[in-house]
């Protein structure tokens, strides 16, 4: 054979429901990546509005709940970074509404999810509703951690502090 090379042609592959759910699952990681780059650097309000985008992403493709979850709640936890209550009350409210549909609420990121919302409204001034939410969460931890440990400790002054309508941040702010 001298000369040129055969000429091939690729057929275009049809989309299936598969193919276009494993795109828009690739889709999400990447974007998880890059809110995850952006929150490593610092720069929450992009980590936060890629964290947006990858909420309507995954809502759409009806991701996991435990997926879509663990979105919420750092949603929520950049909402505070940058001062955006709403967003992270938003945010923290729809993880624990999700949530009750993924398990028992026995476990750590149930209690995670419980204390963020507590959190959130602590710092809002709503002192009624976060020491609810509080207590929920501590029981909850106090499943999973000693009873002397330094995170119960720590998780207790927490809820104190809400009792007592104490005005500062809950969560720690990243410089």
Same mark, same amino acid.
């Given at each position: 054979?001298?000369?040129?090379?055969?000429?091939? &042609?690729?057929?275009?592959?049809?989309?299936?429901?598969?193919? &276009?759910?494993?795109?828009?699952?690739?889709?999400?990681?990447?974007?998880?990546?890059?809110? $995850?780059?952006?929150?490593?650097?610092?720069?929450?309000?992009?980590?936060?509005?890629?964290?947006?985008?990858?909420?309507?992403?995954?809502?759409?493709?009806?991701?996991?709940?435990?997926?879509?979850?663990?979105?919420?709640?750092?949603?929520?936890?950049?909402?505070?970074?940058?001062?955006? +209550?709403?967003?992270?009350?938003?945010?923290?409210?729809?993880?624990?509404?999700? +949530?009750?549909?993924?398990?028992?609420?026995?476990?750590? $990121?149930?209690?995670? +999810?419980?204390?963020?919302?507590? $959190?959130?409204?602590?710092?809002?001034?709503?002192?009624?509703?976060?020491?609810?939410?509080?207590?929920?969460?501590?029981?909850?931890?106090?499943?999973?951690?000693?009873?002397? $440990?330094?995170?119960?400790?720590?998780?207790?002054?927490?809820?104190?502090?809400?009792?007592?309508?104490?005005?500062?941040?809950?969560?720690?702010?990243?410089?």
């Amino acid at each position: 054979m001298h000369g040129k090379a055969p000429f091939m &042609t690729i057929e275009p592959q049809e989309s299936t429901p598969e193919s &276009t759910k494993h795109a828009q699952m690739e889709l999400a990681r990447c974007i998880r990546l890059q809110a $995850s780059t952006a929150k490593h650097e610092r720069r929450f309000r992009d980590a936060l509005r890629l964290r947006v985008e990858l909420d309507a992403l995954l809502t759409s493709i009806d991701a996991p709940l435990a997926e879509r979850c663990s979105n919420l709640n750092m949603m929520a936890f950049l909402g505070l970074q940058i001062g955006d +209550y709403a967003t992270a009350e938003r945010a923290a409210r729809s993880c624990v509404e999700l +949530y009750q549909c993924v398990d028992e609420k026995k476990s750590e $990121s149930w209690a995670t +999810y419980l204390s963020m919302l507590a $959190s959130v409204l602590a710092e809002r001034g709503n002192f009624d509703e976060a020491v609810g939410f509080g207590e929920s969460a501590f029981k909850q931890f106090a499943l999973n951690h000693s009873p002397n $440990s330094e995170f119960l400790k720590y998780r207790s002054l927490a809820l104190e502090r809400m009792r007592s309508k104490w005005l500062g941040y809950y969560i720690d702010r990243i410089d």
